[in-house]
């Protein structure tokens, strides 16, 4: 029976932190920059009446999630000037219920674990997507800074996405009982 010396146990970080490493750096660098804080899994292979290209689901995956994100923290921070993913009917709720938080004193807290995302409509003239999200979250209800309430839910949304200043906005979300 062999003894794991303070020498072996160096080699084996040593070797175990050279694998990290090459195993990062295989991965260009724009990838792991762009690595979104909300999980957002889409499927367009249903899409209708056109095809979904590949580069447009990154970037919808990209801005949705960024949407998501900004969404989740100025519910937080009660900061309508970070709805910037945004536009129309969509960011008119999200402004409503900044403001109505701000008024009762309280306020929500999202934590997001991820959306898993079909596409069932994308325009033929790429003007528009219709979205069907499925979305994990943890709701906080704080008060000042202690969370008075807390749940685990799943909620379905109806997202309309449309292309503006480089990038994709959400234009209408609507809350649905289920698909």
Do not use: C
Not at 11 to 21: M, R
């Amino acid at each position: 029976m062999r003894i794991i010396s303070t020498l072996d146990i160096r080699y084996i970080l040593l070797a175990l932190g050279l694998l990290l490493l090459l195993s990062v750096a295989s991965v260009p660098l724009h990838v792991l920059a762009a690595a979104p804080d909300v999980a957002i899994k889409i499927d367009a292979s249903g899409a209708a009446p056109r095809q979904v290209e590949d580069s447009t689901v990154q970037a919808v995956a990209r801005d949705y999630s960024t949407a998501w994100k900004n969404l989740g923290r100025a519910v937080d921070e009660n900061r309508p000037d970070l709805l910037n993913g945004f536009v129309g009917s969509a960011r008119e709720q999200a402004s409503k219920l900044i403001a109505s938080q701000k008024q009762n004193g309280l306020r929500q807290r999202y934590v997001d674990h991820g959306h898993n995302a079909t596409v069932a409509f994308y325009s033929v003239d790429g003007s528009s997507m219709l979205v069907h999200d499925t979305a994990q979250f943890e709701i906080q209800q704080l008060d000042g800074s202690n969370v008075v309430h807390s749940e685990q839910v799943t909620l379905h949304y109806l997202a309309l996405l449309t292309p503006a200043e480089n990038s994709w906005k959400v234009r209408v979300l609507e809350s649905v009982p289920g698909f």
